[in-house]
């Protein structure tokens, strides 16, 4: 590297705490680091260290484990998460788009966003409360096709079906919910030319209150009721979009029950979402097809790593 003042060959002067090398110029004293692009936009963190943050989020630590961990404070974790979401929501909206599918699962999930919605205030952000997870699953390739984020009510249901609309192709295809009413309209205005559609309805008992907090409530008796088209009783399920719940109950720190690791910013909690699902769209080896989904689907024909995920 040569000084851009002096024009003199610099020499080696030590390393950041990136790792990057540093020089200075034997004249002017003047210090430069080498040339370098960062991994993310806006952080001076290596690839290495990215990649392990978000390898660690990826793998059920909080934010202050991932800290003590990678050595890295919280604050830079964090940003860290958010960019990397940023990468991921646009990765998924451009390449999971017109996708084939047969039979599609969607299902909602629970979190929270700074506290229950129980204990919400007037005072408290619009953001805070009750914040469910919308998941549509394709039974075969076990692609996510879509996701969303919101109140479970009527205008998050709607943005979801629109956005699954947006990712399947025009042909075709069986979709299965649980008996949430507004998946009825939405699913009827906006699928209507290409879905045939059924609602599993299950029927709870009633738990006692010591088991209520801990297990799940036992489930009495299941009712399939056709809404749309003539959808083929042997497939109406929702066991595997399900199972993909459980999966992000293990996987993403903000949805563990019973613990402080939830999220106190929506941004943070979609990111972590985004995130989630790009990687077990495209890194993740799912054991019953034994390749990624995105492989599966034939929207890949490898297997991503992290880098790749964000390049």
Not at 65 to 78: G, H, Q, V
Not at 123 to 142: L, M, N, Q, T, W
Not at 213 to 231: C, D, F
Request: charged share 25%; proline share 4%.
């Amino acid at each position: 590297m040569t000084c851009e003042a002096c024009e003199v060959k610099c020499q080696r002067f030590g390393k950041q705490r990136n790792g990057l090398r540093r020089f200075r110029c034997p004249q002017c004293k003047k210090t430069y680091t080498e040339a370098h692009k960062p991994a993310i936009e806006g952080s001076y963190l290596s690839l290495d260290r990215i990649t392990l943050i978000l390898r660690l989020l990826l793998e059920g630590n909080s934010i202050r484990s991932t800290e003590r961990i990678a050595n890295t404070d919280r604050n830079t974790i964090m940003k860290v998460l958010v960019c990397a979401g940023e990468k991921c929501e646009k990765l998924m909206g451009r390449l999971i788009v017109n996708v084939p599918v047969k039979d599609v699962q969607a299902d909602e999930i629970w979190s929270f966003i700074g506290c229950k919605e129980k204990v919400r205030r007037i005072e408290h952000p619009a953001e805070y409360g009750d914040a469910y997870c919308f998941v549509a699953i394709e039974r075969h390739s076990k692609l996510v096709l879509n996701f969303a984020l919101g109140k479970r009510d009527k205008t998050t249901t709607d943005v979801f079906i629109e956005g699954l609309r947006h990712a399947t192709a025009h042909q075709k295809f069986q979709i299965t919910t649980d008996g949430f009413a507004p998946y009825v309209k939405a699913i009827s205005d906006t699928l209507e030319d290409r879905a045939s559609f059924a609602q599993l309805i299950k029927v709870y008992r009633a738990t006692p209150e010591g088991e209520r907090r801990y297990s799940p409530a036992e489930v009495v008796s299941t009712e399939v009721v056709p809404v749309i088209g003539t959808p083929d009783p042997k497939k109406i399920c929702t066991s595997h979009v399900e199972r993909q719940n459980l999966t992000m109950r293990m996987q993403i720190r903000r949805f563990t029950r019973l613990t402080n690791g939830f999220s106190r910013k929506f941004e943070n909690h979609w990111a972590a979402l985004a995130l989630y699902f790009a990687h077990y769209n495209f890194c993740r080896v799912h054991s019953s097809i034994r390749v990624t989904p995105a492989m599966e689907a034939n929207i890949t024909d490898h297997i991503w790593d992290l880098a790749e995920l964000l390049a």
